[in-house]
């Protein structure tokens, strides 16, 4: 591929994908519930990598033009009916792959279909992998390049290699997994049982790289400068000399940074939207008006409904029924600013402006993964049919840090890029029980409150997001010498690297003690939850053990009793932190190490 991407698209015949501009690795997702990480430490490495499910067709695969393959791991069985393949035709192609526990297996199986077996325990946590450099043929174990001859790696698999394919070589053991690693003889290919991309696996990075790099001779030129220049010049070409796009803002990172990049392509074509529905931050709108306008010269149109919004959700207490409400009148509102501009344009608005990113991406094509299309944000496809127009999306292929990135190379300054999200539904969501304009006011300036001790703590790039939430229950206190009978406010900070798992930020107690004062009673919220539903945390919490429930029980992702049994990692869809496997795997350990103690102990 071209060692100058931007003038490698130059040379193009129309807009092309970033795919088409970096050396890719593309990562075929068997349902791994880490499938999403392999793509991160790729795109840390500066190598451009994009995911598709392993059910993706040949000619999917061969527009990509990727430089390698990764299989990622998986919940199945691959000898099970109905076990997610990829087409034979894949191993054709050519292409240097590398198979990541189920990964290993599917080309075990492609080989040899008797190969593949169920263990005889379960094999889940920390071992010692022992690695078998090869002097003689080098390229055999390129994957342990700069590496020991031990490592500790992580291992997450019930089923494993029984029988060694013909043609395959062993380059690395456990003491439960002979063949924890395999390469062949003459092909670019390679097998290994373990997840090099979790933090758990010392150098799992080295490995990663040593593939892409060593292996599939990528180049690391994957950074936000070169990509900026392609995005811009994509849109350019894609919008033309006249064509005008319109957008949501809502002044968070996302919408301010693709409505910089349309500003940056298409200047004043590009008409931003603001709806303020009452519900956002502590002088929100006015801050966006200056950041956008006089700071950016993005083209804002402000339209304030805080009003009507607020009249809508007078009563009502049900969570979903106010995001329904918030939803719809959301919808009414950008319709008709979005018809009156196109009026004034004379009808050239041919786009919409959505920031979708690449996790909302990764969410919708996973293998059997939840949704099968991206949702459009704020429901908004009924304006894309009436006004007949098409998306336009310019971050979708990026991570939120790399959004982040983005807008520091764009010129937005540090504070705002460094803003954490905050939910379409603004405090709505954030207060259980009525909407009214005190409880709005008691949120807003709550949340305020804990941002700006935050701040002052010097802790608020240390968190990814936090917010303060007020609880229908009061309780009793004492401020001065006077009994106090005030609401109770939830604090919830996280840190996450990704923004689809997260931990619960652990505050030392001065700082928790700062926050008590002057308030009735705080909560502070330490639950780890999957990122997607940080935003409504509080309000699900009455529904919480409920949907627990029923998850565990409509997620389970083995097919057969056998595969229950055996089967391999858990599935996406059990959505376990890392960090929370990594504490039940210490657990474990604790339990069988006392139980040794006492044993030794008894003789």
Known sequence: MSADPVEKLSVGSGPEPPAAAFDTILILDFGSQYTHLITRRLRDLGIYSEMLPCTAKLEEIKALQPKGLIFSGGPYSVYEAGAPHVEDAVFDLGLPILGICYGLQEIAYHQDDKSVGAGTHREY?????????????????????????????????????????AGFEVIAKTT???????????KLMYGIQFHPEVTHTKNGIAIIKNFAVGVCKCKSEWNMTKFAKIEIQRIRELVGEKGEVIGAVSGGVDSTVAAKFMHEAIGDRFHAVLVDNGLLRLNEAEQVHKTLTVD?????????ASARFLDLLKGVTEPEQKRKIIGNQFIREFESVAKEIDEKSGGKIEYLLQGTLYPDVIESI????????????????????????????????????????????????????GRHPFPGPGIAIRILGEITPEQTRIARHADSIFIEEIRSAGLYDQIAQAYAALLPVKAVGVAGDK??????????????????????????????????????HSHVDVDNKDQRSLANRVEAEKKHDKEEEERENEEKPLPTAAAIAHGNEPSKGAKIDEQLELEEEAEIAKKDAAKAQSAAAKK
């Open 483 to 520: 009994r106090t009978y005030e609401q109770v406010i939830a604090l919830r900070a996280v840190e996450t690297s990704d923004f689809m798992t997260c931990d619960w930020f652990e505050f030392e107690a001065k700082f928790l003690r700062k926050q008590d004062e002057g308030k009735s």
């Open 296 to 304: 950016l010269g993005i083209n804002l149109r402000v339209q304030d």
């Open 125 to 165: 946590g920390h071992a010692t992998l022992n690695l078998q450099h090869n002097e003689d043929r080098p390229e055999l174990t390129r994957l342990f390049d700069g590496l020991g001859s031990t490592m500790e790696v992580w291992m997450s698999h019930g089923d494993k290699l029984q029988d060694l394919p």
């Open 176 to 186: 439960n997994a002979p063949f924890a690693g395999i390469a062949h003889s003459d």
């Open 366 to 417: 996973s293998f059997k993964g939840p949704s099968q299309t991206i949702k459009t944000h704020h429901n908004v496809g009924g304006l894309l049919k009436d006004m007949k127009l098409k998306l336009i999306e310019p971050l979708r292929e990026l991570f939120k840090d790399e959004v982040r990135k983005m807008g520091r190379e764009l010129g937005i300054s540090a504070e705002l890029v």
